[in-house]
C-alpha cells in the first residue's frame, strides 16, 4: 500500500470517528441555555450566519477546482487568498454547525479536533502538491497564505471552463452543512416528543 493510500485511509478512518462520536453526542444531548432564549436563540443565529458563509465558501472553491484539482496547480479565486480555502471555508462551517447546537462546547471540541488533526492533513497534501508542481508550488506558497485568507490578495479571471457534471457533484458536498442544520432540528422534535431521551445536557 503506497504511503498517499495509507494517508487517505487514515484520514478518512478519522473522519469518521470524530464524526460519529460528534452525532452519537448530540443525539443524546441538549443546550443548557434553553431557559435564556435570548442566548440559546443567539447561539443559533451565529452559527446558522457561519454555516451561509461557509457554503457560499465552498461553493466557490468548488467552481475553481472542479476538473482540476490533481492536474493543475490552482492559484486564482479563492485560491488566491489562501492555499487552503476548503478547509478555511469548512473550519467557519463546522463550528457554526457546533453553535447550531446552541452550545459552546459542541464548537469547541471541534475546533479542538479540527486544529489538533487538518495541519498534519494540509501539510501531507502540499508536500503532494510540490512533488507534482515543484518550483510552480513553491512561487505560489512565498506569496499566498497557508490557511487564513489575505483577502486583499484576490485574483480573478473574466472567464474560466468549468466542467458541469464534477461541478455538480461537488455542490451536492458543499450543501451538507445545511443539511446537518435541518438534522439538528430534527433531532430537537424527537426529543420535544420523547423520542430521543436527553441524557446528558451541555452549555
Do not use: Q
Amino acid at each position: 500500500m503506497s504511503s498517499k493510500t495509507k494517508f487517505l485511509n487514515n484520514r478518512s478512518k478519522v473522519s469518521k470517528i470524530f464524526g460519529t462520536s460528534l452525532i452519537i453526542l448530540v443525539l443524546f444531548s441538549a443546550s443548557a441555555w434553553e431557559g435564556r432564549r435570548f442566548i440559546s436563540d443567539g447561539l443559533f443565529v451565529v452559527g446558522a450566519f457561519l454555516v451561509g458563509i461557509a457554503t457560499v465558501g465552498r461553493l466557490w472553491c468548488s467552481l475553481f477546482i472542479s476538473g482540476y484539482k490533481n492536474n493543475s496547480l490552482i492559484t486564482s479565486g479563492p485560491y488566491s487568498l489562501s492555499r487552503n480555502p476548503l478547509y478555511f471555508f469548512s473550519l467557519i462551517g463546522s463550528v457554526g454547525v457546533g453553535l447550531a447546537t446552541e452550545t459552546i462546547i459542541v464548537p469547541l471540541i471541534i475546533l479542538i479536533g479540527f486544529s489538533l488533526y487538518y495541519p498534519y492533513v494540509i501539510r501531507e497534501e502540499e508536500k503532494r502538491l510540490e512533488n507534482i508542481h515543484g518550483k510552480s508550488f513553491g512561487d505560489y506558497c512565498k506569496k499566498t497564505p497557508r490557511f487564513f485568507p489575505a483577502f486583499s490578495h484576490v485574483t480573478e479571471p473574466n472567464s474560466y471552463v468549468v466542467k458541469p457534471k464534477i461541478f455538480r457533484r461537488r455542490v451536492l458536498n458543499s450543501l451538507w452543512f445545511v443539511w446537518i442544520l435541518g438534522i439538528f432540528e430534527l433531532v430537537e422534535a424527537l426529543h420535544e416528543y420523547g423520542v430521543v431521551p436527553i441524557l446528558i445536557r451541555l452549555y
